[in-house]
Structures are given as C-alpha cells and as structure tokens.
C-alpha cells in the first residue's frame, strides 16, 4: 500500500507577486527601537503564506505596514502594485486581537464592518449569508458575539474581514486560544478560499502543525526573515530524523540524564527532548544513534521499549534554528524556602463529578485520579468543560453532585491549609493590568504569606523566566500576551505549591519559550508536583504523562500519548496529487467531511479499513482528472486523534457545545 511520495521544491508561481517587500526598515519611538531590520519578501497570488517567528519578532509590525495602518521608516512596500495605504480596499486585515462588538449581534457585526467599507445593501445581504454558511455560522446571526465560543468568534471576525471581498488577507494569529477541531475548519475555509476565489493570505501563527498547511513559510527573528521555503525544504535544511524513544515513565528522568552525559552518543545527538512516555532524540545517523542508545541505557538498566524512526517536526526546525541565533538562556534554579517534601498517592481525585448550570449539564460524572509528580493533560473543545472541571477540583466553584479529593482533603477545600498548597493560573485572569509586573508579584507574595527576606530572590526568578529582568516597572498592560503568560506562570508557582492547575498557559507564546515553560513543568513534577494542565497546542500535550479527553461535559478517553494513538481506528493515509483542492472536494463528498483534511502540499485521510478503499479512492480520483502521485500509511498526531474522538462521541449522540 505504501508508496514513496517526493519532496519536492517549491515552484513558484509565473505571476508577479501580489506583495513585494524590499529592505524594509521600521523604528519605533524617540528611540528609535528596531522593529524591522532589512525585510526582503515576495508573496504570490493564491499563496497561503505563513509568517511564523518569536514574540517581538516585528511579525505584527509587519501586518500592520502591509495593511496601510502604520507607514514604514524606510524601504518599499508595494501591495497589488500600489502603496497599502492605496490598496487597503483589497486587503482584509484580522488583528491579533479580537475585532468585535461583544454587544452586537453577529449579522449586526457584519452589517457593521460592511458599512465601514461601503458595501451596499444588496452585495450585504449575498456576501453575509454565503459567508455565514461557508463558516457554518448561519443558525447564529441572531447570538450575541459575546455570546459564541473562541472558535465561533474567529469564524465570525473571519466573516467580517471577508465580507468586502478583498483580494489579500492578513490574519495576525488567527486561532491563538482555539480547540483543534475550529483551528481545523478554520483552516480548511482558508484553503477553500483560496482555491475558489483566488485569495492571497498571509497568516502569523504560532501553532507550528498548522503552519505545516502552508504554501510556504518564513521564519522571523529580531526583524528579519532568516530562513522562507516550503515547510518539506525547512524541514529538510535541518538535515536530521528524528528518533522516538519509548520508555517506562518512571524511567525517563534518569534516561534523560544518561544521554546527556554519555560521550559515546552525544557525538551523533542534536537535540534530546522530553515527552510523556519518550524522548525525542535528533541526529544525523538515526540507524548507529538507535543502536548506541539501546546500548548504553540498557547498560544502565534501563528499559528501552520501542524506537521508532520519523522525520523532524516542523517545531523541531523552529527551535534549533532560534536557538543558533539567540541561545536558549538560563533562569537559573528555582529559589526554594522551604525543604522539599515528597509526597505519594493520589494529590487530585475525583469521584463522579457533576456541575449543572440551570438545566445545562456542564460536567458529567468525571472520573479522575492524578498523583503527585504526575503531569496530567485534559483536553478538550471550547465549551467541552474543562475550565468548569478545573475550578470545582481547586475549590473556586461548588459541585453539583461527586466528591474532590485534594492534597489528602475532601471536605473544606477552601480553608487557607489547602490553597496555600494550590497554585493556579486562569485561563482569563491571573494578573492585574493596571499594576506594574513587580506590584503583580508583590501582591502574589502577599497573599501566599512570602517572608519578605525572600521576595526579592523569588520576583527575580521570575523576571528570567519570563526575560524581563529589568523590567519590573512595566506595566502588565503593555505586554505582548506571550510574555503576560510567562509572568503569570512565574506567579502561579511563586509559593512552592504541591498541586498546580495551569489553564491553557503557553497561549499565544512561540514555541521556544514553550518549551522552557515544559522543562519547568517538567522539573517541578521531578520534584513532587502534581500538575494538571489544559492546552490547544497537542504537540505539547505530548508532554504529559497522561492525557483525558472531554466531549461535551464526560470524560471519554484516557492514557498515555501512545495508548490513545494505538486506540485510534482505521489508518492516517497521505495522498500527494493534483489539483489539491479538487481532490478534497471529491473525497469530502464520499467519506466524512472529518477524514479529509489538506496540509500544505499533501491531503490526509483517515480511513478505517484502508485495504478497502486505498484503491477505490485512487480510482475514483483519477476518473475526475486529479492526478495522484503516490500515497503512503503514516503515524497518528494528536490532532487526529483529538479530532476522531470528539466525532467518534458525536456519533454516540454527544452534543458538542457551540457555547
């Protein structure tokens, strides 16, 4: 069934380009700050450009110049052959933020947005519901936007931006804090969109698995494009494969370790990454590095139970390419007032949890049992339940019905004994913006009863972490929002908690500060900390030891990372042919909308009797005139089986929450 699919380079497109950048300068303020040094582009016409990069990067100043709001210091910037500022009737431009009224209604949104740009009546009323319903947003123009989901909202915002009909879309990180599911249609209406109508987009995201979808990408840092291809020529530059080594979980610390130090295998070693249940090892010489490893950890008396061979992730190209440009750092170690005390059992339990709002069932009789040194992974859709899951397991929101067991309490889980052994990071609020960070923290020190002697040692802690040290009087405000979730991750953890709940806490921040977020989460669980932890970037929820999927309220699977892949059904299948779009189009008419999804140059299917349909699919897309080149079995992301589960319990009759 396998067959080898290429790798082939980009072929650019014979157009001009539709956007063209030459040494572009940008500074900021009296002192002239450097936003943007030497910025050389082109970006084609129908291209889905990615522009992905640090915070601070100058990804948003960019946007902001090609769009016509911001005029550049020096350097030219031509859009559709015109200055922005004379083509911003062509351009649609999402900001980062949010770009609607709470207050309004969707349609009265658009109708809104549509003003603004002097869209009649008559071109309204087509334009928004042909919009609507391609986003499946039709049965809500009558619901407030305050009112939608994450997902929902971006759909909409997406709506508003296209309702003009622009020729260049900019999306300034489009499905920051989205579920994987809307991420996915997100993405698949932008692909539509430029299939159909032509479209140009340009996106920042910082969810490197979807920048996977794009034409091709460039990787920003301090100002400057450093590296822009197709994700498989990125990927390939790196010159390495990538080696999954599964081991027992109890084992991992020490493996680790012995990798590290072992001079017979770090001459052939890149990188070495933690996982949940594996390290992820990079090298040039995948067959002797696999063979030196089982070496010298069975040597050690370590179990090695599986090698498996794959090419690197895109994450994987990011982070080794940053750190050869500003180095990862130090934060130094942790600064600890009171001794360690390691405690065994069960830290977080629950027992038939329940939490009803009025007649809606919110939390379904969850099961859970997290110990301590445990890092525990709940995923799940927006309006899943899990931030409802998190508040009545910390105590902050009564249950319905169940009992919560925490820190060996079952009863008071408010009383001061308990929350001085909880640390929590919201998912809305942990900061206050109209404080400076040192007051942040000041008042974080306060309310966990911090000695004053040891305030300094531990607000400079998280100064490192968060790479502000300096920069204790800024004000929280004025923060990006990666930096703002460092600071907050710094003052969830400030007080030497035994049982941390952290709240979707690297939203919006790129992936090498991700990682150091990881090692942190990682090291603290070394040390006895129960961790529960709520994300929408899945490559990261490798990084938990276990993993609980929610669907509507009820806990509907859970295990290690390489438990809930084995479990999937069916087989991953890679096609590559052309034209991409057609072929999804056909596929998506013959099998679940779900199981067709495309990713950059490939389209993926999920099948679950490949030796079924392999060759009726191939058939069938030949007989339309799609041209297929090969296709090939590849392994399950967590992506996919996020997505198959949630679809798996809407065939059980779950209701999925648009809420």
């Not at 969109?193 to 995201?205: D, F, Q, Y």
């Not at 009025?358 to 969850?366: E, L, M, P």
Request: hydrophobic letters at 40%; one cysteine or more.
């Amino acid at each position: 069934m396998t067959q080898t699919l290429s790798a082939s380079a980009y072929r650019r497109p014979p157009e001009a380009p539709i956007i063209s950048i030459r040494d572009l300068h940008h500074r900021y303020g009296k002192q002239g700050v450097e936003a943007i040094a030497t910025l050389n582009l082109d970006i084609y016409p129908g291209e889905i450009f990615g522009l992905i990069g640090p915070d601070g990067a100058g990804k948003t100043t960019t946007f902001q110049i090609l769009s016509g709001v911001m005029t550049q210091t020096a350097g030219e910037v031509d859009v559709l052959g015109e200055n922005p500022r004379d083509a911003r009737l062509q351009i649609g431009y999402l900001t980062q933020r949010f770009s609607l009224y709470q207050d309004l209604s969707v349609w009265e949104n658009l109708r809104y947005t549509a003003g603004l740009h002097e869209v009649s009546d008559r071109d309204l009323e087509t334009r928004g519901n042909h919009y609507l319903s391609l986003l499946d947003l039709d049965r809500f123009k009558d619901r407030l936007a305050g009112r939608l989901s994450g997902g929902m909202k971006q759909k909409l915002a997406l709506c508003c931006t296209l309702v003009h009909q622009p020729r260049i879309l900019l999306l300034d990180e489009p499905t920051t804090g989205v579920d994987p599911v809307s991420r996915r249609e997100f993405w698949d209406i932008l692909v539509q969109l430029a299939a159909s109508e032509g479209m140009t987009t340009v996106v920042a995201t910082p969810y490197l698995d979807e920048a996977e979808r794009c034409s091709r990408i460039a990787l920003m840092y301090a100002g400057r494009i450093q590296q822009c291809d197709t994700v498989a020529q990125i990927k390939a530059s790196l010159g390495v494969q990538r080696l999954e080594v599964y081991l027992p979980v109890a084992q991992l610390d020490r493996a680790e370790d012995v990798l590290h130090q072992n001079a017979d295998v770090q001459d052939t070693i890149a990188d070495v990454q933690r996982f949940g249940d594996r390290l992820d090892v990079l090298t040039a010489q995948p067959r002797q590095t696999a063979e030196g490893i089982r070496r010298i950890l069975t040597q050690h008396e370590i179990l090695v139970e599986a090698i498996e061979q794959d090419s690197p992730t895109l994450e994987n190209t990011f982070v080794s390419r940053l750190r050869t440009l500003k180095g990862e750092g130090s934060s130094g170690d942790y600064p600890r007032i009171y001794s360690i005390e390691r405690s065994v059992g069960t830290a977080i339990g629950a027992r038939n949890l329940n939490r009803t709002f009025g007649d809606f069932h919110a939390v379904k009789d969850i099961q859970l049992d997290i110990q301590y040194g445990e890092v525990f992974g709940l995923l799940g859709a927006n309006g899943a339940g899990k931030t409802t899951t998190i508040k009545m397991l910390c105590g902050l929101l009564p249950v319905t019905s169940g009992t919560v067991m925490l820190a060996g309490e079952s009863g008071e889980l408010r009383s001061r004994a308990v929350r001085q052994q909880i640390g929590y990071m919201s998912q809305k609020f942990t900061l206050y913006d109209d404080l400076t960070i040192d007051e942040n923290l000041e008042f974080y020190c306060g309310v966990y009863g911090i000695p004053q002697r040891h305030r300094r040692a531990k607000k400079d802690w998280v100064l490192r972490i968060s790479d502000l040290t300096g920069q204790a009087d800024r004000m929280t405000a004025d923060l990006p929002g990666g930096w703002k979730q460092r600071v907050a991750f710094g003052a969830a953890v400030i007080h030497e908690p035994r049982i941390v709940f952290l709240d979707e806490p690297t939203s919006g921040v790129d992936p090498l500060a991700r990682r150091q977020f990881w090692r942190w989460i990682n090291e603290f669980a070394r040390q006895g900390m129960a961790i529960l932890v709520t994300t929408h970037y899945l490559e990261e929820a490798e990084q938990c030891h276990r993993l609980g999927f929610m669907v509507a309220g009820e806990l509907v699977a859970q295990g290690t990372p390489r438990q809930v892949k084995a479990e999937q059904p069916g087989q991953l299948v890679e096609w590559e042919c052309e034209p991409l779009q057609q072929a999804s189009d056909v596929l998506k008419q013959r099998l679940e909308r779900w199981r067709v999804s495309i990713f950059g140059s490939r389209l993926h299917t999920v099948l679950e009797h490949p030796e079924r349909y392999i060759s009726h699919i191939e058939e069938h897309l030949r007989a339309v005139g799609v041209q297929v080149r090969g296709h090939r079995a590849i392994a399950f992301s967590l992506e996919d089986v996020f997505i198959s589960v949630v679809e798996q319990a809407r065939r059980r009759g779950l209701e999925v929450s648009d809420e």
